[in-house]
T-cell receptor, first 116, second 112 residues
């Protein structure tokens, strides 16, 4: 299994440009999520999905859109990039994360995004 | 809302030294607690976890005990190695929720 894969690894955008960060997992996980990592702030949840066709907002959703048309893929879209979105983005997945039943979240290697 | 506070780094130790990284949390109910590790250039990996009070999570020589009375989950290792150099994140998940809340991370540097 490849686990959780993310593309691209690095990206530089100009303010106002749009792009999609790709995330895929081959473990048949129901739950997928996107985090951003900023210095001294840990990881903050952007959006998550509990299954195909179902998405919801996390802690910092503004400026980002997601969709979940298949179990495997969970792309993150920046419609109009801003310098405040310069960050490292991580995708994660797990089998189930409802209530007290916890399964380990597996993280991708990350995408380092710079917005000029 | 839920929050996690961990000691700021970097923490610099010599090889074979004792390690403690403090973590305290604020949450309603009975959250599950986790330590994640991030090696340079990589994503996060689950290091250990504890799902109820007084549970001790352990892995690769690291340990942490879920202390509800002090709302703490401090990470310890008796003898660190250079290969332990990484960023360590404390995190929680509330029973009612479906998302992880992370602390700010603590960078550990171990010198030979």
């Amino acid at each position: 299994n490849a686990g959780v894969t993310q593309t691209p690894k690095f990206q530089v955008l100009k303010t106002g440009q749009s792009m999609t960060l790709q995330c895929a997992q081959d473990m048949n996980h129901e739950y997928m999520s996107w985090y951003r990592q900023d210095p001294g702030m840990g990881l903050r949840l952007i959006h998550y999905s509990v299954g195909a066709g179902i998405t919801d907002q996390g802690e910092v959703p503004n400026g980002y859109n997601v969709s979940r048309s298949t179990t495997e893929d969970f792309p993150l879209r920046l419609l109009s990039a801003a310098p405040s979105q310069t960050s490292v983005y991580f995708c994660a997945s797990s089998y189930s994360i409802v209530g007290s039943s916890y399964n380990e979240q597996f993280f991708g290697p990350g995408t380092r995004l710079t917005v000029l | 809302g839920d929050s996690v506070t961990q000691m700021e780094g970097p923490v610099t130790l010599s090889e074979e030294a004792f390690l403690t990284i403090n973590c305290t949390y604020t949450a309603t109910g009975y959250p599950s607690l986790f330590w994640y590790v991030q090696y340079p250039g990589e994503g996060l990996q689950l290091l250990l976890k504890a799902t109820k009070a007084d549970d001790k999570g352990s892995n690769k020589g690291f340990e942490a005990t879920y202390r509800k009375e002090t709302t703490s989950f401090h990470l310890e290792k008796g003898s660190v190695q250079v290969s332990d150099s990484a960023v360590y994140f404390c995190a929680l998940m509330s029973n009612a929720g479906n998302m992880l809340t992370f602390g700010g991370g603590t960078r550990l540097m171990v010198k030979p």
